[in-house]
């Protein structure tokens, strides 16, 4: 860690030295290029997952979870311009300027590849780096259960990743679509706002489409999707309405769709998905959300026992016949106790999951009970 503080350090400080006048990405755009190699050889170094840039701190690594400064003095508003502008083609940056903030990847020979959200705070420029793993991620690998492998099987339906930023759901999603490209001969077709994990034909044959740069938006690319004869189905994120009714019916009609929504729990998802359609519309989408839906993930990264480790704690609803019919007549209450009750079919709520992590030593009974969503549930299953 030593060697690379001590670089970070110096170039930081040459940063800072530099005139005003002489800040500028073009004047050292060389300088912010090697700076910002070193600093994510930094961060792979110390198995951070993301990075953190933001004028008047330093920058900033997540590891396990947590927060550590990287080496450096704090970075002032032109370091962050100098190392992120450079990143930047033509239309990300107009981008950049029209929304205030872009998502973006790139890759850095010898490093690997990164997932860059570039935004504004406070007038100045910062940003947010993750880390992309250079293999695809298996569930095994991911600590998922293996259950799970059986929804990369079916031939249609919808699939959803819930959860908070950064809990993983592209990752379980890449390890879905391996799974597809391992057994079946597929047309996999994936929407992603940006790529992230790149996926080689094998026995699939797989296209990946980015937003902003393959095509404008996730609805119009879905739509026409529609016409190029995909078995898959991957939308990196459901954002609105248009592209929600779209998902639907491609699963409605012979496609295994795959996409992720942020919510909290498999029950919410449901809901989310009702209130972004006008309440007059919202019998018609009930109908065929029962018909589409194949499964939600809910998952959260759980801080493990060592301090080290973080542990996937899962809530699966799988779509049978009675999970179907309480969808379709909007007894979304009654959802949670098919769940709880539903092991046989795959289905575990987030308490079953939490308290089956403290069983297996993984995590701490206090941990447990930070992330559950009903404390008495998760106390009847420790016991």
Known sequence: MGEYDNELSKIVAELNRAAPSQKTAAARGPQATASLDQLLHHAQSRDASDIILIAGAPAMLRITGNLAAAAGAPLEPEDVRSLMLPLLEPEQAEELHRKKSVDLSFVREGIGRFRVNIHHQRGTLAASIRLLPARIPSLESLHLPPSLGKLAERRQGLVLVTGPTGCGKTSTLAALIDIVNTRRAAHVVTIEDPVEYQHANRSAIIEQIEVGRDTPDFAVTLRSIMRQTPDVILVGEMRDAETMATALSAAETGH????????????????????????????????????????????????????????????????????????????????????????????????????????????????????????????????
Not at 264 to 293: C, E, K, M, T, Y
Request: glycine share 6%; hydrophobic share 45%.
């Open 256 to 383: 295994l769709v795959l996409s992720t929504l942020h919510t909290n729990d498999a029950i919410q998802a449901v809901s989310r998905i009702l209130d972004s359609f006008p309440a007059g519309n919202q019998p018609q989408i009930r109908q065929q959300l029962s018909l589409a839906l194949a499964a939600v993930i809910a998952q959260q990264l759980v801080p493990g026992a060592d301090g080290v480790m973080r542990w996937p704690a899962t809530e699966i609803m799988v779509a049978t016949d009675a999970v179907r019919a309480l969808v379709r007549k909007g007894e979304d209450h009654q959802l949670r106790s098919q769940i709880s009750v539903g092991r046989a079919d795959g289905m575990m709520t987030m308490e079953q999951s939490l308290a089956e992590l403290v069983r297996a030593g993984h995590i701490t009974r206090e941990t447990a009970f930070a992330h559950c969503f009903r404390m008495d549930d998760l106390q009847r299953y420790l016991g």
